[in-house]
């Protein structure tokens, strides 16, 4: 069974800094896409983030030159490094991981508050 462990959330002001990392344990092979998902009360999930087995990240819109996503192979470990935060980036964060045929592991999820 994998499990995925979060952590990095937090409390934050407007402008602030936050990291997240998420790293998938257990019995798998290897790990495809990672990624973040993100999902403000009220609303739907949404995409935050992606990142390819070689490094190749993609970003929505909103977070994109503010968010960076990074991987590190060899400790199976995703990072969200999250700068010039908003209050709109209030969310629970959710990460992922594609570990092909053994299908893809969430996250238990990572508050975020972006506030004075």
């Known amino acids: 069974q994998v499990q995925v462990v979060e952590s990095g959330g937090g409390l934050v002001q407007p402008g602030g800094s936050l990291r997240l990392s998420c790293a998938p344990s257990g019995t798998f092979s290897n790990i495809l896409n990672m990624g973040w998902y993100r999902q403000a009360p009220g609303e739907e999930r949404t995409l935050v983030a992606t990142?390819?087995?070689?490094?190749?990240?993609t970003y929505a819109d909103s977070v994109r030159g503010r968010f960076t996503i990074s991987r590190d192979n060899a400790k199976n470990t995703e990072y969200l490094q999250m700068n010039s935060l908003k209050p709109e980036d209030t969310a629970v964060y959710y990460c992922f991981a594609d570990l092909g045929p053994s299908g893809v592991a969430w996250g238990q999820g990572t508050q975020v508050t972006v506030s004075s």
């Open positions: 990142i390819t087995p070689g490094g190749r990240a």
